[in-house]
């Protein structure tokens, strides 16, 4: 056997023992998930319920479905309907040193993105009128929230699996691109549990719907075997670009023709790339992160003089990154953000009404 075929043998036999592993891991995660969820279903745990509307809104896969998009434009709906909302974080990535932490009170943001993470500190300085709070323990701080807010609806950001506190409403969202990957569980694929616990979703939410990737698969998927879910379809639409030293706000159609230095650490990059060309600009360097990565100073130092090399208009990012390297960027730099938001494609009277009438429900029920 000559040198290339022992070679291809090594590096097979490499990666079948690496298979392997991660199928032990899977399976051992796959068991702990399952004897969780027959705790609960046996009533040996119960989850915990707080007087006031819960609304979950998550996915079974790993990151990149949305889900923090959807939280914004639930809690803006919320602000503009008169109810009082705040939202409840696990603070991921956060290096806090107390168990739980008020990253906004609706009207200061109290946290920095060490102490509390990208996501809640995104969420906080977006949605500056709406408390944003953060635990492992989401009962703690729902509570916190109504003894401090008086919140008529609390959103659970990333709950699907936090199923130690009751919900009014579970909602799920599943990527129309995607979709359940491999259909393998954590770290064979991109499962967080076994894909037949959609059913414990009382709305299904395919999210970034395009021409190429419609959802047509993932609603026959639905509606074959969850025929009960309500399914609704979403896209995401660029909102704003945001030059966040010069404090300047322009429409997304600024970038048309603009030579940029494009680059984002979130769980799909590519996506907002996509995003960056829809717009009509002209990407003449890309760079991708790791999701909620914290950048170095060479990092940023590379970024800047890619930007002078190449003589390009600004440097590009997403509103999460801009989170991690604010205050580390020279406020010389010409850089900006793309804001994108989420909207229903179809349905959106049907859904929202639902909402309200939950809320309402709710505000009766606890009021006697």
């Known amino acids: 056997m000559n040198a290339i075929n022992w070679s291809i043998l090594h590096t097979t036999k490499e990666k079948n023992l690496f298979t392997f592993f991660l199928k032990i891991f899977s399976f051992l995660y796959s068991l702990t998930i399952q004897l969780r969820l027959i705790a609960y279903k046996s009533g040996f745990l119960r989850a915990k319920r707080l007087p006031t509307h819960v609304i979950s809104i998550g996915n079974i896969t790993t990151g990149g479905t949305g889900k923090t998009p959807f939280v914004a434009m639930l809690a803006r709906w919320a602000e503009t309907h008169g109810f009082k909302v705040a939202i409840l974080s696990r603070g ?61 609806l609390l959103l659970l950001d990333d709950g699907y699996q936090h199923i130690s506190l009751h919900r009014d409403v579970n909602i799920l969202l599943v990527d129309a691109k995607r979709r359940f990957g491999n259909r393998s569980l954590l770290p064979l694929g991109p499962l967080r549990e076994p894909i037949e616990q959609i059913k414990r979703a009382d709305i299904i939410i395919i999210t970034k719907c395009t021409n190429t990737h419609s959802g047509d698969k993932l609603v026959d ?36 023709g603009k030579n940029v230095v494009v680059f984002a650490g979130i769980a799909h990059p590519d996506d907002f790339l996509d995003t960056v060309t829809s717009c009509g600009a002209n990407i003449v360097h890309f760079k991708a992160f790791s999701d909620h990565h914290f950048f170095s100073n060479h990092e940023i130092e590379e970024l800047v003089s890619w930007k002078k090399q ?41 859904f929202f009404e639902s909402i309200k009438q939950g809320i309402v429900r709710s505000k009766k029920r606890f009021s006697h």
Request: glycine share 6%; proline share 5%; no cysteine.
């Open 92 to 152: 991921y990535k956060g290096k806090r040193s107390n168990d739980s932490l008020v990253v906004s009170d609706g009207k200061t943001v109290l946290a920095s993105v060490d102490d509390a993470g990208d996501e809640a500190v995104m969420l906080a300085t977006t949605l500056s009128s709406v408390p944003v709070l953060i635990s492992k323990k989401r009962y703690k701080i729902g509570s916190l929230a109504l003894k401090l807010f008086n919140s008529e």
């Open 221 to 256: 998927y639905f509606q074959k075997n969850f025929p009960a879910k309500s399914i609704f379809r979403s896209r995401y639409f660029p909102d704003q670009v945001i030059f966040p030293i010069a404090g300047n706000t322009h429409p997304p159609d600024i970038l048309k």
């Open 310 to 350: 190449s003589n390009v208009d600004f440097l590009l990012t997403t509103e999460k990154d801009w989170i991690r390297i604010d205050r580390k960027i020279d406020p010389d730099l010409h850089i900006a953000i793309l804001t994108i938001k989420i909207g229903l494609l179809s349905g959106a009277n049907t």
